[in-house]
């Protein structure tokens, strides 16, 4: 294996898992996607208080705020469209031309 296992994101943090698993390109079986950390049960436990938390910031947090925030995430999965398309499709075990997730623009609302 060449790459790096990929820690997991919990409570603010990038977390080792207390094993791993490797993701493999279902209809190429050589081809390694990426190994990822696998969180244990406490692991577990602190993302999901974690995200729990997190959910009660979000929710009070201003409008314009949570706007900003999508918009930016937004903007980088379109910037890296082909480059996560790719990645999907290895993933799914998808053609890449005709079948790659494309990401649109999201619609414009007025109040």
């Known amino acids: 294996m060449t790459s ?4 997991n994101y919990i409570d603010g943090a ?3 898992g ?3 698993c490797v993701n493999r390109n279902p209809s190429d079986l050589d081809d390694v996607v990426g190994e990822f ?3 244990d049960d406490a692991q577990a436990r602190t ?4 995200a729990d938390h997190a959910f009660l910031e979000w929710q009070y947090s201003p ?3 949570r706007s900003e925030i999508l918009d930016a995430i937004g903007t980088e999965v379109l910037a890296r469209r082909d480059e996560l398309g790719r990645l ?3 993933e799914e075990a998808r053609r890449c ?3 790659s997730p494309r990401p649109r623009a999201p619609a414009t609302y007025s109040s």
């Open 18 to 20: 207390a094993d791993a």
């Open 47 to 50: 993302a999901i208080a974690a």
């Open 14 to 16: 990038w977390v080792a």
């Open 97 to 99: 031309p005709r079948q």
């Open 4 to 7: 790096a296992i990929k820690p």
């Open 37 to 39: 950390a696998r969180a």
């Open 88 to 90: 999907l499709a290895r």
């Open 63 to 65: 409008i314009q705020r």
